[in-house]
């Protein structure tokens, strides 16, 4: 064997995620690299603010069966919003555990949630693994990772919960 070789097996998903979590300083190619590794075993990546609940960014993975509109346009939507199950402008109690956990932990794996999808007024059950970085173009974000089928329908779309 050649010295200096690498024989370690290829880190997995969740210590790839936590290694990028771990280092709150990580450079921005570690976690672009690790964007590209996600998209590359076909995950959805949805890039959120923390301060903003803004979408920065959502890959062509999430297709319309999933979320209607198509990743383009999630770019800019407030997902507060759509945490809001209840209807009463409230975020959820799991959102508030989201954003604890992230902070305590900077990576989350296969959290469980329900949002209310903005264009028809569902309620979906989601399965996402997340990732905290503090510095995201200068901003805290959070990065979920999910496959497009890691949802379910819950109750079908309701006019008074579409969200505009």
Partial sequence: MLSGSNTQPPPSKEQAIAKVAADGRSDLAKQL???????AQGRIVCITGMLTNLCKHTNDLLLPERGIRTAPYWTGYNYLKS????????????YDRLIELLHRDRSIA???????RPDDGALIEYSTDYVFIPNWYGEPVRVGFSTPKDYRVVEEG???????
């Avoid at 690299?33 to 998209?39: F, K, Y």
């Avoid at 309701?158 to 505009?164: A, H, K, N, V, W």
Wanted: glycine share 12%.
């Fill in 158 to 164: 309701r006019g008074d919960r579409i969200i505009r």
């Fill in 110 to 116: 296969g959290y469980s949630y329900m949002l209310i």
């Fill in 83 to 94: 945490w809001c199950i209840n209807g009463d402008g409230v975020p959820s109690a799991e």
């Fill in 33 to 39: 690299e690790l964007i590209a590794e996600q998209e």
